[in-house]
């Protein structure tokens, strides 16, 4: 049918692949036209923005390793730093250890020096004060046992140079078996 | 088709090669004129206005005239001329693809209804006066008359006596059939399509303006396949664009490559 009609057509109608002038004129010249529109403004305009986004991502990606890689250094100062202050920290403990074991030492040595001088002001003192003692006791000792005497033998001793002589020669008997006796205790 | 044709009523004419060549609309101009000027207009504008402030991040009109740029600079031109030298041809690629494509799609644009390409004229300025010329331009450009001559006519790797017979192959399907091929697959596809519409448009108006009875209803199926049809007409008109583009940036590349 198709066949026939075309068959038809020829008679009265223009082939259909027979090109008429000028619609290949027509095309080629409307084609040209779109062709030098898109080369001339459409194509640059396009490729200059990929090439736009293309150096946006790529700058975007430069500036993101220049950033790690600033980071990663901030990093390893840090890290330097903080060994650093680590051994000095480290250090600051020792000296402070070493000084206080010092002072502990001085101090120690003061206290028993204080401790030995109040030992020995002590004995001092108890020294004078046992001699102190011993003269009083001996002048009161010898005033009773001249009274007590007195007052048994009746007679008064009153005679300074036999008295003296009499209790000091007692005392003394005293005195050596009293030593006498405390060395043996 | 013949049973379809009822017996009372007019005589059903079926739509031919007539329909493709209407009287002109006033002074000699074509309907088909119109719609190529119509379609440079279109494709123009389209890519004029979107890309006259672009920005990084597209708007949506960009984005649809990025889409159609990629496509035809990284689809097409560049896997078939290959990365390093497609950038020239770009242009060329797109520019093809659209018109094309503009053209084949009037065939289903309500009122337009005309894809231009039916008419062989247009399609044959495209491949005989364009790309052809273009192909064998660059060729030769590229490596020399004779080096062009020797890479189209004589492939590396076949035994000598091959020649006698591959070389005439060679020779007419470079310099004759690409070109005409080129232009008359894209021009049968869209005369057959439209002719195909046709047919099953007005076959359907006339049972059911002339046709009596339950011939009537019979409409319905003819006009039911005459949108179903629209639908594959469209995805051929398309498929045709592509097609060409695709081979005419197979020619470029190929009078470019080295070895054949």
Redesign the interface.
Known sequence: ??YT??I???E?????????????????V??????W???K???P?????YE??TS?IEGGMERAEKAQAEAEQALEQYKAQLAEARTEAAKIRDDARLEAEQIKEELRAEAQEEARRIVAQGEAQLQAQRAQITTELRGELGRNAIELASRIVGESLEDEARRRGTVDRFLAELDASGNGAGARK | ??ALVPAQGGEFS?????D??LPPIFL?VTK??LL??L??VI??AF??VT??N?K?VPSRWQFA??SV?DFG?NNIAREQIGSKDF?PY???I???F??ILVNNIFGIIPIIQFPTM?????????SV??VYPVYHFVGIRRHGFGGYMKNQLFPAGVPKPIYLLLTPIEFFQKFFMNPITLA?RV?AAM?AGH?ILLVFTLGGEFLLVEAGGALKALSAVSFAFAILLTFVEALIQVIQAYVFAVLSAGYIGMALASDH
């Not at chain 1, 409307?30 to 062709?35: D, E, G, Q, S």
């Not at chain 1, 305009?45 to 923005?49: A, D, N, P, T, V």
């Not at chain 2, 039916?118 to 044959?124: K, S, T, Y």
């Open positions: 049918m198709l009609s075309m038809l057509a020829q009265e109608e223009p082939s259909p692949v027979v090109p008429h002038l000028s619609e290949v004129i027509l095309g080629l409307a084609f040209l036209i779109l062709l529109l898109l080369k403004y459409a194509a305009r396009f490729e200059k923005l736009e986004r946006k | 088709m013949g079926p739509p031919g090669v007539g493709f060549f000699g088909p004129m190529v000027a379609s440079v494709i123009a890519f004029l890309s006259r672009m990084l005239a990025e740029y600079r950038r770009v242009p060329l797109l520019a093809l659209t018109f039916a008419h062989i004229g247009f399609p044959l300025a495209l006066l364009v008359i021009f005369f002719l």
